[in-house]
């Protein structure tokens, strides 16, 4: 089936600080969305991308379907933006799956 | 309104118990998920309703019995738990089988 996965596993940032958090995904997928889950469990939605490139604030993220990656980048990285941060996909030819990545788990010092 | 709610927040049960989990939603969508997440690993998917029917099962074991009364609510039925089965348990929904997930706060589950 198809593997998805992340790095860094884990990171640690200084506040103030950018870093780039990537989703490799084995086959095609359809859809791609990045979530941040908070110490509560709670999943936040930051993106949903299955192609190109889009920005909120100071996340941004790209999804190159044809190379099977994506990259979410966090600009000026604040304390509240620990946590574990997941990428997810969509694949819905044949029997439809539905598979997280490895997720990378952010710690932001200040 | 993009929220999906579920109740309980936590459950402790024995593993005698019969319990329940619930989710709902009032965003239209038409599919809703359960996913089960145990500690340090990401959200791995147990069941898909689509159109109020249930159109993925992941190999789940019987002990956990799904079920979609109408298009805004989806239980989760628990009977003969191990403890095994102490994990977080998250709900989600999307317009469409294939569209963006919206996930709820999630319950967390204790089974001694």
């Known amino acids: 089936g198809i593997q998805v996965e992340q790095s860094p596993p884990d990171l640690i940032l200084q506040e103030g600080a950018n870093s780039t958090l990537r989703c490799n995904f084995s086959?095609?997928?359809?859809?791609l969305q990045w979530f941040h889950q908070n110490p509560w469990g709670q999943l936040i939605n930051l993106f949903y991308i299955p192609s190109g490139t889009k920005q909120n604030g100071r996340l941004s993220a790209t999804t190159v379907a044809t190379e099977r990656y994506s990259l979410l980048y966090i600009s000026s990285s604040q304390t509240t933006d620990s946590g574990v941060y997941f990428c997810a996909v969509t694949v819905t030819s044949g029997t439809y799956k539905y598979i997280f990545g490895t997720g990378t788990r952010l710690k932001v010092l200040a | 309104d993009t929220e999906v709610t579920q109740t309980p927040k936590h459950l402790v049960m024995g593993m005698t118990n019969k319990k329940s989990l619930k989710c709902e939603q009032h965003?239209?969508?038409?599919?809703m998920y359960w996913y089960k997440q145990k500690a340090k690993k990401p959200p791995e998917l147990m069941f898909v309703y689509s159109y109020e029917k249930l159109s993925i099962n992941e190999s789940v074991p019987s002990r956990f019995s799904p079920e979609c009364p109408n298009s805004s609510l989806l239980n989760l039925h628990l009977h003969a738990l191990q403890p095994e089965d102490s994990a977080l348990y998250l709900c989600?929904?999307?317009?469409?089988?294939?569209?963006?997930?919206?996930f709820g706060p999630g319950t967390r589950l204790t089974v001694l």
């Open positions: 086959d095609s997928v359809n859809n």
């Open positions: 965003m239209g969508h038409r599919a």
């Open positions: 989600a929904s999307s317009q469409s089988p294939s569209g963006e997930q919206f």
